[in-house]
């Protein structure tokens, strides 16, 4: 049995706390407030990720310390609050004598026209991708200084059940409620979409793998690539409702910016969904030979999810 303490309960650290529930591990959820429900076996413990006193002791007693905190989607926010939270953490699996396993996302690596692989040099382009880099190289740094043994789990775009910041999850979920899809970019280009449940499963394989594993970045492996399009597509049909999307024209997007805050952050992650953009993850595979869950099988708990969540607890549609 494993003492873990996970920070974060968004969708990823909500998953990720069940998988380590579920094996019966000693699991602590580490944020400022409480969630409203719990695994059996998960405990509350309230904390600052950004105050160095608070993540210590959340982290005092842990063997390993799992990273799933996600800030307001702001440069401003970021630039203050994530260096603040990586030192934290790192200082405190230091002192524990914790592993220390962020699960990041892609925007260290800039804009690129050829596959994502964890290789590449870290950018210094924008605000919010320079920020993902400059917080990469301080825990590769502590890692390498042998202070702290290090991972990081890479991810796509998030989708799946009750994942509200996903373009994808919330246009089925809008479908299935008689809207339509809402979609900030151009839908048709082939864009890798990484499936929640799938980045739980990465990172507990690496909360579980050997010491050579660590001081390195892994992709999570996700299905064979589509566009937005044809996902939304293959969800409605899944649903058995109507396709449609109401798409954002790229020239709009500066004017609605001014009124809507995270239309503006977007403008300089266009890198994202202006072109093809893939990501490889096949050091991972290689390694540990985990698949990724079928577009099918994603979609298809996706929309159980929302036709649940509009019908509402009593069966009755909610709309």
């Not at 910041?165 to 900030?184: E, F, Q, T």
């Not at 910016?257 to 490889?280: K, N, S, W």
């Amino acid at each position: 049995m494993k003492r873990v303490v996970v920070f974060g309960y968004g969708p990823v650290g909500r998953e990720i706390t069940a998988l380590f529930a579920a094996r019966g591990d000693d699991v602590l959820v580490a944020q400022r407030s409480a969630p409203k429900h719990l695994p059996a076996g998960a405990t509350f413990i309230s904390c600052d990720v950004t105050d160095a006193n608070s993540v210590a002791n959340a982290t005092a007693g842990c063997e390993i310390a799992v990273c799933t905190v996600g800030f307001p989607y702001s440069a401003r926010v970021w630039q203050r609050a994530w260096p603040a939270a990586m030192n934290a953490m790192l200082r405190a699996c230091e002192k524990a004598g914790a592993r220390f396993v962020f699960a990041d996302n892609l925007y260290m690596y800039g804009p690129a026209t050829v596959p994502l692989t964890e290789t590449m040099p870290l950018t210094g382009f924008g605000q919010k991708p320079r920020i993902r880099a400059e917080i990469t190289r301080l825990w590769q740094d502590a890692h390498a200084a042998g202070r702290v043994k290090a991972v990081a789990v890479r991810a796509s775009d998030f989708y799946g059940p009750d994942v509200p910041n996903s373009i994808l999850s919330m246009g089925i979920s809008r479908m299935i409620a008689g809207k339509a899809a809402l979609v900030p970019y151009s839908p048709d280009h082939p864009h890798d979409q990484t499936y929640v449940p799938d980045v739980a499963r990465t990172v507990v394989t690496l909360c579980d793998a050997p010491d050579d594993a660590y001081g390195q970045a892994w992709h999570v492996p996700n299905a064979p690539t589509r566009s937005l399009r044809e996902l939304l597509t293959l969800a409605a049909g899944i649903a058995e409702v109507p396709l449609r999307m109401r798409v954002l024209p790229t020239w709009l997007q500066p004017i609605l910016g001014l009124a809507v805050p995270e239309l503006r952050e977007l403008i300089e992650m266009r890198f994202q969904t202006d072109r093809p953009y893939y990501v490889d993850a096949g050091k991972f595979r290689a390694r540990f030979g985990q698949a990724p869950t079928s577009f099918e099988d994603g979609l298809a708990a996706t929309v159980r999810f929302y036709r649940d969540a509009v019908r509402g607890p009593a069966g009755r549609t909610s709309r």
